[in-house]
């Protein structure tokens, strides 16, 4: 139902398990893809994720890594954090539900969550990032270039004007940034 409040007419598919979800992101772009084919990734290229759409290997042991772990471990917790601080409440589709866009279907994304609507704000997305004591310079008066590609591209996707990163730095730093669509990327993507 909230899906149909927000407006979204794209398809919904929801799997059960991670290795299914995992399959179908191979079927198009998602929005942790948006940064590296922008070539505004530090940490992985547009030939990379390219690479990444067509072979059906995984990167060996990359499930197995502690960030990994924890940056999905975290999420409920900085979620909530997130609702304590800005007074708004979030909604979550599911970890292994993809939205995709109905003007174009190879976009999709998973949303970490759904801000409700409130006090005259529509319905926005939340995406949640943990991150270590070392990214804490590239926080420091707004988020990197790579997450707000991320952001936009679930703008895009979802139809939405607007999103808020929020942000465990260190493991005690929180922190959050509202983002308005933007147009010029949304162009670019």
Do not use: C
Request: hydrophobic share 40%; net charge negative.
């Amino acid at each position: 139902q909230i899906l149909a409040d927000m407006g979204f007419e794209g398809e919904v598919l929801d799997f059960d398990n991670e290795e299914d979800w995992l399959k179908a992101r191979k079927s198009g772009t998602g929005a942790s893809d948006a940064a590296s084919i922008l070539n505004v990734n530090p940490w992985h290229s547009s030939v990379e994720a390219y690479l990444d759409k067509i072979t059906l290997v995984e990167k060996e042991g990359q499930k197995d890594l502690d960030i990994f772990f924890f940056g999905k471990a975290f999420e409920p917790s900085i979620a909530k954090r997130y609702e304590q601080k800005t007074g708004r409440q979030l909604f979550d589709l599911g970890e292994y539900t993809i939205l995709k866009s109905k003007e174009n279907p190879v976009f999709f994304a998973t949303l970490d969550r759904v801000i409700l609507p409130q006090n005259g704000e529509g319905y926005g997305v939340n995406e949640i990032k943990n991150v270590g004591l070392r990214m804490a310079g590239k926080w420091e008066d707004e988020p990197p270039d790579y997450y707000q590609v991320q952001l936009q591209h679930q703008l895009l996707v979802t139809g939405l004007q607007w999103g808020s990163l929020s942000v465990l730095i260190g493991g005690q730093d929180f922190k959050w940034f509202d983002i308005q669509r933007h147009e010029g990327i949304i162009s670019m993507l």
